[in-house]
């Protein structure tokens, strides 16, 4: 590997203004993924999951800090390389169907990358292009001429991610790409890209809720909550011996073949509390305080910086499930 | 012996279109104990909202049904006007797929609860704010969110709204279509749990339609598992999913990512159902399916009833955990 195949964040904040206040939907983050890499980034709705895939495409410009690509700041680039990224790194999102033009057939929504970013022009290429691009992703080239409106959602994601592969990119950002499908097209999917990361030695980020689709999906699993990262660890840790309180309640409420096996760990009962003394943002310590049930008078005051916990990993918090020789704690 | 809430009969319900006509509910008879909670399972287009529709009455033009749906004794598919505007909330209430949606963006959820109550008993303003605080707080939230509006509220709390509403005139019958689809884990098992606990207090009937069968065997006493159109299985819930005995079902539960399935592969069920336009005359699921022989692919399957009083409709039931 070379010591630049990465994209990383450098003490990266997004802010939004919502009812006139500030939210920060990402708050000094700073992480970096090997374009190789098979992550996921986990969070309930409004964690700052989106935020951080949108930021990390250049779709959603930091207020502070910096996205780097292969070492440079994607947002001082020039237009031409400002090009060449969208081409390295590309995305795949929620619900194609919001992005796909229903008068335009498949293979003019293929078409658009090849065209403005690959320079292919000539109407034979292309279309030999495209078909390439759905055999990829598993569909015959019948499905060139077919309208979004005649696919079903499974095959409307693959011709998501058949357009994201158009430009050959090193790293996919998909965001939710299961989340509107029935379990079985989601399996699909899901085995798709990593065949296609295996084959084609790309790396890819999916943005999730769902802790199965985590776990069957990578090796590495980011936990968000509240715009702030709480644990980053591998997968199996994560899955085995999860280190933050937030991420054992997660894994605990995953679901499992047999649902009835699973032993929910509960959290604080913050709704009787008052709404001001629970509300995330206007805590100066950590954000999950108010529902955590390991929380201390330290949390409510200061947040936990991000730090690596023994047996590898890194945990904000400062009772981690985690004793000192890297044991769990029971 | 329990008795029957709701009792559907050689139900079919077809919809025009450019193409032919599509049978979304195709022969289905159906019954639901009262006091029960019952689950319907399969995959997006199999029809299971549908049936849900059909038993609130609410399947419009240009839509038809045929077959007989009765629910407390009352033939849905006769009422008419005014006689169908109170059965809905009164008799059978419905929780949306997406419901957190279905709330008015512009009036309170006070303005919204009571406006449900005093159609349907009449009553004062006052009368309807009192009990809509006491269904508030049976569905655990705090009485200022009457003031609130939809915006307001985080997703689970207006989910909680809704299944207020739905509660609010004691319904016989409730359905509830993907209740938790929308709300992330934590908020889902509490919306869960708190429908198990109207119910039980209530005395009402559930019937929940989801995707998630792992869900509706958590949830549910009795399922049906549908596949374009028609049940292919149905019977005790916790028996269904520890040893389902149609392919289908067992491929629906297999393709399923759950957390145990690191590091295995999950296998999606290969290609695609039938068109709901011109259904076949043989088994629906023959095509996709890996035990199907030849007169799986001439003729439809009729119902078969194992020991445990599951009936299932294929011609090569799976036993236990055989050919998995």
């Known amino acids: 590997m070379k010591e630049n195949e990465t994209i990383a964040m450098d003490r990266v904040s997004v802010r939004f203004t919502s009812q006139g206040r500030v939210v920060p939907a990402l708050d000094d983050i700073t992480t970096t993924f090997r374009l190789s890499e098979l992550v996921s980034v986990v969070g309930e709705s409004g964690a ?22 292969r070492g440079r700041n994607i947002h001082r680039l020039g237009k031409r390389e400002m090009k060449d990224f969208r081409k390295h790194v590309q995305v795949v999102f929620q619900d194609p169907y919001d992005v796909m033009n229903p008068k335009h057939v498949v293979l003019d929504y293929l078409s658009m990358p090849l065209r403005f970013i690959s320079g292919v022009s000539s109407r034979a290429d292309l279309r030999s292009s495209c078909s390439g691009l759905l055999d990829q992703v598993g569909l015959e080239r019948e499905f060139l001429s077919k309208y979004p ?32 499908l029935d379990a079985s097209a989601a399996a699909g999917i899901l085995n798709l890209l990593r065949k296609l990361a295996a084959k084609r030695g790309m790396g890819y980020m999916i943005i999730t809720h769902n802790m199965g689709v985590a776990a069957y999906a990578s090796d590495r699993i980011v936990v968000m909550y509240s715009g702030k990262v709480v644990e980053d660890s591998a997968a199996d840790d994560i899955v085995n011996a999860p280190r933050h309180p937030y991420t054992s309640v997660l894994i605990s409420h995953a679901p499992l073949s047999q649902r009835s096996e699973r032993k929910l760990l509960a959290e604080r009962d913050g709704s009787d509390a008052d709404p001001d003394a629970t509300d995330p943002w206007k805590l100066s310590g950590c954000r999950y305080f108010a529902r955590c049930p390991r929380g201390t008078e330290e949390c409510r005051k200061v947040f936990p910086a991000l730090s690596t916990v023994p047996g590898g990993g890194s945990v904000a918090c400062w009772n981690p499930l985690v004793n000192d020789d890297g044991s769990r704690v029971s | 012996m329990a008795t ?76 008419r006007g005014e006689e169908r505007r109170l059965f809905r909330w009164k008799e059978v209430s419905m929780v949306f797929q997406g419901a ?33 605080a006491d269904l508030l707080r049976k569905v655990r939230l705090p009485s200022d969110i009457l003031r609130r509006y939809p915006h307001q509220l985080s997703g689970g709390q207006k989910q909680r709204v809704v299944i207020a509403m739905a509660i609010a005139l004691s319904p016989k019958l409730i359905i509830a279509d993907e209740p938790t689809t929308a709300l992330d884990v934590v908020s889902q098992e509490h919306i869960l749990r708190l429908l198990k606990e109207v119910v039980k207090a209530s005395g009402s009937t559930v019937v929940i339609i989801s995707h998630d069968l792992s869900l509706i065997a958590d949830m549910c006493d009795r399922l049906a598992v549908m596949y374009l159109g028609r049940i292919v299985e149905s019977g005790r819930a916790q028996d269904v999913l520890s040893s389902p005995a149609h392919p289908y079902t067992r491929a629906l539960i297999d393709s399923n990512i759950t957390l145990d399935k690191r590091g295995k592969k999950v296998e999606s069920i290969p290609g695609y159902p039938p068109s709901p336009i011109n259904l076949p005359s043989n088994c629906r699921f023959s095509g996709r399916c890996p035990f199907a022989t030849n007169e799986c692919f001439d003729s439809e399957p009729p119902a078969s009833t194992l020991e445990d009083g599951r009936v299932v409709y294929c011609y090569h039931p799976r036993h236990g955990n055989e050919g998995k």
Do not use: W, Y
């Open chain 2, 4 to 79: 029957t809430i709701a009792d559907i009969r050689g139900l079919s319900v077809t919809f025009p279109s450019k193409k032919g006509t599509v049978r979304a509910v195709d022969a289905v008879d159906l019954s639901i104990e009262e006091g029960s909670i019952f689950g319907i399972a399969g995959e997006s287009g199999c029809g299971k909202t549908t049936i849900g529709l059909s038993l609130l009455g609410m399947i419009r033009e240009p839509g038809s049904v045929e077959g007989t749906i009765a629910v407390n004794g009352k033939d849905v598919t006769s009422l």
């Open chain 1, 48 to 69: 700052g999951k989106t935020t951080l895939g949108r930021a990390l495409l250049g779709l959603a410009k930091p207020d502070s800090g910096a996205v780097m690509f």
């Open chain 1, 149 to 180: 409106h005649q696919l079903s959602g499974g095959q409307k994601q693959r011709i998501a991610i058949a357009r994201a592969l158009a430009t050959e990119p090193d790293f996919i950002v998909a965001d939710e790409p299961t989340s509107m």
């Open chain 2, 100 to 132: 957190m949606n279905s709330l008015n963006p512009v009036s309170s959820v006070g303005e919204q609860i009571t406006e449900v109550i005093i159609d349907h008993t009449g009553g004062t303003r006052k009368e309807a704010m009192n009990r809509a």
